[in-house]
């Protein structure tokens, strides 16, 4: 590697020429003790940063971008803290960029590349603002800056496929003002197009198909050129996208478009030969990178200390200490790739990769060659896997060499590697021979094709002979073998030893004579790995978890807190063929759970799983596994408490998806594995949320609400003595019907066989001792032939009528409405729903209305939450006489708890009314009977007082506001009017609590406001008149019943 410093290279004496000696030598590395010290270095580099392009102590700030990169080539970014300090380094990286002296902009564009090389795709989030950036430097006219910011978007596209970026370099690309920029954008694009992966390029495969044609159609030359060139590679990849374009050119514009793609090399398939007589596209990309004169082959080295970047094979690049030998040696190694074949990254064609590297020894290069490996997971994620590699050490300083200037020419110096390298492998030590080559810096010509396909062969065969030693050993030592060098210390293996010794673990395991025995070191070792940041390591450890979970169901159970949730953060992943992966590692987990005894565990799995997701693609896939996986048959009644208490907010969640899985979730565990879990949950929620719960799960369940008051007064039987009664015929038969006395029945005197009877009570009270065998006959003939139904509920529509004269005359409450007020609540319950006919739902809600009355504090505290929401939703019933007896029934059922005078009640009542109004976002989907919701909340509000309202306005208005956006005018000039009457009772208290409604909303309130005033004045003026002040129409009509 060329010596020189930064600041001399490119200070700004540079003159803004590239010079022919251009490099950036990489910083040493940086150790630091902990965590906590990498932190406090990190911020002491921000620090200095900060101080931005006004500093004109500019050396400091370099001093710094040379420390930050040797902090990453000390191993920094496998810190827990390097994340969070970097992107709190972003805005100070990119002041450096905004920097005219080309020193640091050279630094900092190097520093980018080398954290792209180092991190791969996790760096998106930080880079995707500061492309722009370098977009920009990229433009101006001052070479150096220009080529090193060039040469750092063609390291971070190459090591961070993303199809933000690519949308990114598209929009500079097609518009802006910048030939050069276009120019360089339009190059880009076709590098991405025809170097990553099509899962990258698809999304936006639109843009880019407008973005070839506006480059095609520019006004500057090269840039049509970039864009017809871009049109062959997308020819070749997406022939259906490349006929839209076509048909949207002119003749003479297609005629150069069709010659373009025909002369376009095979860059993304096809036929050997094809492939063969192009130069891959990174090679190109080297060789693009090369003759700029960028940083590239200073920020290439550490591409391949770290293990490569997510979308390469090996490291590809090497240092080139001149321009004109960048070019040479770039050409060479394309030349290479050529003829000695690589493996394909789109169509996965069979050939072996080539591996150029920087040459620890006096600069001179090496180029080592991999044989084609059947490696599933490098087929499957389309990347190419070598089999034996070398693994990553510490950066080596390069051994000086003898080099001897004369008239401006560089003398040839002998390269110090006289022996072939001895890679290590994950499971041999055998030697592996690499073809050494002179010094990059002496142009070198290439042996003939004929000893080129020696070599190659020569190599194969050394590796079949590697295989075969593989597979003479034993399973057991094989599994030993993988086991011992993934437990290396972290930093001395480089992805591919990773994959190497994965892969051995996975063929190596179901042969084993006893997976059990050694199950527990492989699954901590696949799990370990699943989160890796290489794309092709995680893929195979996916497949070794799919490979060993079916062997040993009872690692996996043991293993189950720490393997799911890296399961799903890869379930949710960009590319199609981990997310496949991943799934098939779920359905052994699926099947080891399958027996009983796994249901705490699974539930404790899936409570970190769903912690541990951040995004709702993530829970929602937690939660579709667990309507998989908890069954009746996995064990899990009992202990799903904490789960139903986990998912129940879910349901609430502003994410469409994930409330209807956590719905679903819910409606599975009741109905087929625990109903006493929803149950109890439901239960001991407050009113709101469980109305909310309830609300979602009654399309699912639709006598939920029976259920739920069924499991309530089973939950109170043991603290209360409740008489045995028969069943009531709810849709719940496997359920005992149990009664709860109110607190006035438990006090109740005896029958009044036992007592005198009172001069003051009734023939009819006198009587009612005598309805208990009719009862119990009558809803026992119910339970065993529902058609009966219409019959019990005209006998019990009499009894309850006469209960209320009872009430009414004596002012006690009728013995029999006691025993069996749950037994007629549910029977009439039961009849409300379509199937019955409207005859007899008409009759159930004349059952409810007089059975309120002749009991109404039994019926606010045990019916009226269950009964009122039912009647509401028949008010819009396309029968109009059910319709009408509905809001008969309603507006009765409100004015009985009004007459009861207790605030408990009034409160309960409100909560039951405010939880049927839409919630945020569900306006233009509200219910048609919201009006009538509404016209009851304003009844309601108007009874209360001042205090009262005063605490209740927070629950009510959200509801309020929320209707108030509803597309029906029935219900926003219902929310009018309740606004109003609460006007007139807060008065101008009020008036803050508005702000949420818009201009148009609140000009309305106060036009109704303002007519409420008027019509006041004019009654109090006008003794026995009618006001004359109220408009006609829809909107405007305003009732003059109610005065303030």
């Known amino acids: 590697m060329p010596l020189g410093s930064g600041a001399a290279a490119g200070g700004a004496g540079g003159g803004g020429a590239l010079p022919n000696n251009y490099s950036l030598p990489f910083a040493p590395a940086q150790t630091f003790s902990s965590d906590k010290a990498l932190a406090t270095l990190l911020d002491e580099i921000r620090t200095v940063l900060a101080r931005g392009k006004m500093d004109e102590q500019w050396d400091q700030r370099m001093n710094a971008l040379k420390k930050m990169e040797g902090l990453v080539h000390g191993g920094a970014t496998s ?15 990119l002041e450096q960029l905004d920097d005219r002296r080309s020193a640091i902009v050279r630094q900092t564009s190097h520093l980018l590349a080398v954290l792209a090389a180092d991190l791969g795709r996790s760096i998106e989030s930080f880079i995707e603002p500061i492309l722009p950036a370098l977009f920009s430097v990229a433009k101006i006219s001052i070479l150096i800056m220009s080529d090193s910011a060039d040469a750092a978007v063609k390291e971070i596209l190459a090591n961070c496929p993303s199809s933000k970026l690519l949308a990114r370099v598209m929009t500079a690309a097609a518009s802006d003002r910048s030939t050069k920029l276009r120019t360089y954008c339009a190059k880009h694009v076709r590098t991405c197009l025809s170097s990553w992966d099509a899962s990258h390029v698809s999304p936006r495969i639109a843009e880019v198909e407008e973005t070839v044609l506006k480059n095609c159609r520019d006004a500057q030359a090269e840039v049509r050129a970039a864009g017809r060139r871009c049109y062959g590679v997308l020819a070749q990849g997406w022939p259906a996208s490349a006929r839209r374009l076509l048909s949207k050119c002119d003749p003479s514009l297609q005629r150069a478009l069709q010659e373009a793609a025909s002369a376009a090399p095979a860059a993304r398939g096809g036929s050997s030969a094809a492939a063969s007589a192009a130069p891959s596209a990174r090679s190109s990309s080297s060789a693009s990178s090369a003759r700029s004169g960028s940083s590239v082959a200073a920020t290439s080295a550490p591409s391949a200390r770290v293990g490569g970047s997510a979308t390469a094979g090996a490291p590809r690049r090497m240092a080139v200490p001149t321009r004109e030998s960048s070019e040479e040696t770039s050409r060479s190694s394309s030349r290479d790739a050529e003829t000695m074949g690589g493996i394909s990254v789109r169509r996965g064609a069979v050939r072996a990769p080539v591996a150029v590297r920087d040459s620890q020894d006096g600069g001179g290069a090496h180029v080592s060659h991999a044989p084609p490996a059947g490696l599933s997971a490098a087929r499957r994620v389309k990347l190419d896997v070598p089999r034996r590699v070398e693994p990553a050490t510490a950066p080596a300083q390069p051994k000086k060499t003898a080099a001897v200037a004369v008239s401006g020419a560089t003398a040839p110096a002998p390269n110090s590697a006289s ?8 499971s041999s030590t055998q030697a592996q021979r690499a073809v050494p080559e002179p010094a990059a810096s002496v142009p070198v010509a290439q042996p003939p094709p004929q000893q080129q396909q020696q070599q190659l062969e020569q190599q194969q065969q050394l590796e079949l002979e590697q295989q075969q030693q593989e597979m003479a050993r034993s399973p057991e030592e094989n599994v030993a073998a993988g086991l011992a060098t993934l437990a290396s210390p972290p930093g001395t293996l480089d992805w591919s030893s990773k994959v190497a010794a994965i892969l051995l673990l996975r063929e190596a395991v179901p042969l084993l004579d006893d997976p059990t025995a050694d199950a527990d070191a492989v699954l901590e070792m696949a799990i370990a790995h699943v989160s890796d940041a290489h794309v092709k390591v995680s893929a195979a450890s996916l497949e070794l978890l799919a490979a060993t979970l079916p062997v040993s169901p009872s690692a996996a159970l043991s293993n189950l807190d720490n393997l799911l949730p890296p399961l799903f953060v890869r379930l949710v992943d960009t590319r199609e063929a981990v997310r496949t992966l991943s799934a098939s590692a779920l359905d052994g987990v699926l099947e080891a759970t399958r027996g009983g005894g796994a249901g705490p565990a699974l539930v404790s799995s899936l409570l970190a799983s769903l912690d541990a997701m951040r995004v709702p693609k993530g829970k929602l896939a937690v939660l579709e596994f667990a309507i998989r996986a908890l069954r009746p048959e996995s064990g899990a009644a009992g202990s799903l408490r904490p789960w139903v208490s986990r998912v129940a907010p879910l349901v609430a969640d502003k994410n469409a998806s994930l409330r209807a899985a956590a719905t679903a979730s819910l409606v599975n565990l009741h109905e087929n594995v625990d109903a006493d879990s929803v149950l109890g949950h439901l239960a001991s929620s407050p009113v709101a949320e469980a109305a909310s719960l309830v609300r979602a799960m009654s399309p699912h369940i639709f006598d939920l609400s029976t259920r739920l008051q069924s499991y309530k007064q089973k939950m109170l039987a043991p603290t209360q003595h409740v008489p045995s009664v028969p069943a009531a015929p709810s849709s719940v038969a496997a359920e005992p019907a149990v009664v709860v006395a109110p607190a006035a ?23 009612a001792s005598g309805h208990d065998a009719e009862l119990s006959r009558l809803f026992a003939d119910v339970s065993r032939d529902p058609s009966r139904a219409h019959e019990a509920l005209a006998k019990l529509a009499n009894m309850a009528h006469a209960a209320r004269k009872v009430l009414r005359e004596t002012g006690k409450e009728a013995p029999w409405v006691a025993r069996y007020f749950t037994q007629t609540v549910s029977v009439s319950v039961d009849q409300l729903g379509g199937h019955a006919r409207a005859v007899t739902r008409e009759l159930a809600l004349l059952v409810l209305r007089e059975l309120a009355v002749a009991s109404p504090t039994t019926f606010a505290t045990q019916a009226m939450e269950l009964t009122l929401p039912r009647i509401l939703r028949l008010s819009s019933d396309r029968d109009v006489h059910v319709a009408a007896a509905s809001e008969e029934t309603a507006e009765s059922l409100v004015g009985t708890i009004l007459s009861l005078d207790n605030a408990d009640s009034r409160n309960h009542l409100l909560s039951i009314l405010v ?7 569900e306006s233009a989907n509200a219910p048609a009977h919201l009006p009538r919701v509404v016209s009851l909340i304003s009844q309601l509000c108007k009874s209360m007082g001042t205090e009262a309202l005063m605490e209740a306005t927070p629950r009510v208005l959200p509801g309020l506001f929320e209707s108030f956006h509803s597309p029906v005018s029935d219900v926003r000039k219902s929310v009018v009017f309740c606004l109003v009457d609460m006007y007139c009772i807060l008065r101008d208290w009020l008036w803050p609590h508005l702000a949420p409604l818009t201009t148009s909303q609140m000009k309305l309130v106060s036009i109704y406001i303002s007519r409420r005033r008027e019509a006041a004045a004019t009654k109090e003026d006008t003794i026995g008149g009618k006001t004359t002040t109220q408009a006609e129409g829809k909107e405007n009509d305003v009732p003059t019943t109610i005065v303030a």
């Open 79 to 93: 810190m827990p803290c390097f994340t969070g300090s970097l992107r709190a380094m972003r805005d100070a990286l």
């Open 419 to 426: 022996e072939p390298r001895r890679p290590a492998s994950a």
């Open 745 to 767: 029945a438990v006090s109740a005197p005896a029958p009044a066989a036992s007592q005198p009877p009172s001069r003051s009570l009734s023939p009819l009270e006198n009587a």
């Open 915 to 921: 939880a049927q109004l839409p919630e945020r976002g």
